[in-house]
């Protein structure tokens, strides 16, 4: 397998190259947009052809580059089926399975950050059957869970996302290694660690957001203050509808 984290320190994003080295078959997951360039190059290095590129979800902090990556190599731009944007798009469905040769990446529907957020499990089959990481997005961080990220509606966000987390993440297993979308440095979330990977039995020890009742932690969600107008600003963009709306 191939894997490549993005890590942008200035910002804390995290975007991802994954795939297999063998038959030269890849994904980019939350690709940026400065990055675009680079991702193509490494591909080409590694003789891998970009077949899949996967936002999370539709981002709020940073320029996507997936719409122009995915034109630039003739790829499938993917967001879960639920996503509200004015730009073609391959609808993930829950359960989904991308075969990247040896490399599968397996679609959760994990809404709550946003309502059209996956995370990604990932199975390396020259390993072994069972997954092995999972890329969470902006569902789970290191130390810390998104932000309920939709205005107007950040209680019912946050009981979503606490359902997603329980139900669908926190149930893989534990050994599983967790790369999320974000850590310190970022504002899609409040406590974020500044290591950028863990597990999911770490996290279900240690994350303080995990072990709350439902109601304190929607109660602890609900309390989020309002994106600043660049994040709207950047959402309009990465929505395909980069006009402020009359
Ligand atoms: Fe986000």
New binding site residues.
């Given amino acids: 397998m191939i894997f490549k984290p993005y890590y942008a320190f200035e910002t804390g994003c995290a975007a991802y190259l994954l795939g297999c080295g063998t038959l030269g078959l890849c994904a980019v997951v939350d690709a940026r947009e400065s990055e675009v360039d680079a991702y193509i190059a490494f591909a080409a290095a590694k003789g891998m052809r970009i077949t899949h590129v996967i936002d999370t ?1 539709v ?3 940073h320029r996507s580059g997936g719409p122009a990556l995915a034109r630039r190599v003739g790829a499938s731009y993917c967001l879960h089926e639920s996503a509200d944007v004015s730009l073609p798009f391959e609808a993930l469905t829950d359960g989904q399975e991308i075969a990247l040769g040896n490399t599968r990446l397996t679609v959760l529907h994990t809404p709550g ?2 309502p059209e957020s996956v995370c990604l499990v990932v199975t390396d089959l020259r390993r072994g059957a069972e997954p092995w990481f999972v890329l969470t ?2 569902t789970l961080f290191v130390g810390a869970v ?1 932000r309920p ?1 939709l205005p107007g509606r950040a209680r019912e966000s946050a009981g979503e996302l606490y359902d997603s987390l329980h139900a669908k993440v926190l149930t893989l297993p534990g050994d599983l290694e967790v790369f999320p ?1 974000h850590f310190a440095g970022s504002l ?1 979330g409040a406590g974020m660690s500044g290591k950028p990977s863990s597990t999911i039995a770490f996290e279900k020890r240690c994350n303080p957001q995990l072990s709350m009742t439902r109601e304190d932690f929607v109660a602890a969600l609900a309390e989020v203050a309002p994106k600043p107008d660049a994040m709207e600003h950047i959402l309009r963009a990465n929505r395909g509808r980069p006009e402020a709306p009359r």
């Fill in positions: 979800h981002h709020a902090d950050h946003t997005g902006d998104g990220d979308g899609c």
